[in-house]
């Protein structure tokens, strides 16, 4: 069975918002997490591409809270997927303050970059109360899918 493409008439706008409040920052979470966004996605109708491209900026989005956010590496994150009728936005959200990384490694902050690649809008947001990281994709409706050949 192929799997429904964005906006088809599978995919479900109503589909139940996805919330994890409090996950402990730690990396042995995060492919757990990022399952679940993956299941959560395609339970939405959503097609491989936009489901890998909103899982692995979400596994981004939490690393980041996990490596950058708490000095003493005890903490905790908020992950939340809400679709609408016109798209998906995930918010990833730490309690922390920002950490610069630990080194140098030129391989290495590719994490943002990535996010913005990825997502259609990302929004970092940080502050005294810790970050967020805000992403959103675009999904069409039926009707944007209707081409004025099918009508």
């Known amino acids: 069975m192929a799997s429904a493409q964005p906006g088809g008439p599978e995919a479900d706008p109503a589909v139940e918002a996805l919330r994890r409040h409090g996950v402990p920052a730690s990396a042995g979470n995060l492919p757990v997490l990022r399952d679940e966004v993956d299941g959560w ?10 489901v890998e491209s909103l899982a692995l900026a979400t596994y981004e989005a939490m690393a980041n809270a996990v490596e950058h956010a708490y000095a003493d590496g005890d903490g905790v994150f908020d992950l939340d997927a809400v679709r609408d009728p016109s798209g998906i936005e995930i918010t990833v959200t730490d309690h922390g303050s920002w950490r610069p990384p630990q080194d140098s490694d030129p391989l290495r902050q590719r994490g943002l970059p990535l996010i913005e690649r990825l997502a259609d809008e990302a929004v970092v947001t940080s502050g005294q109360r810790g970050t967020r990281v805000q992403m959103r994709w675009a999904v069409p409706t039926r009707r944007d899918d209707v081409t004025t050949a099918d009508a």
């Not at 996605?41 to 936009?50: M, S």
């Open 41 to 50: 996605a395609r339970a939405a109708g959503l097609g491989d591409e936009i």
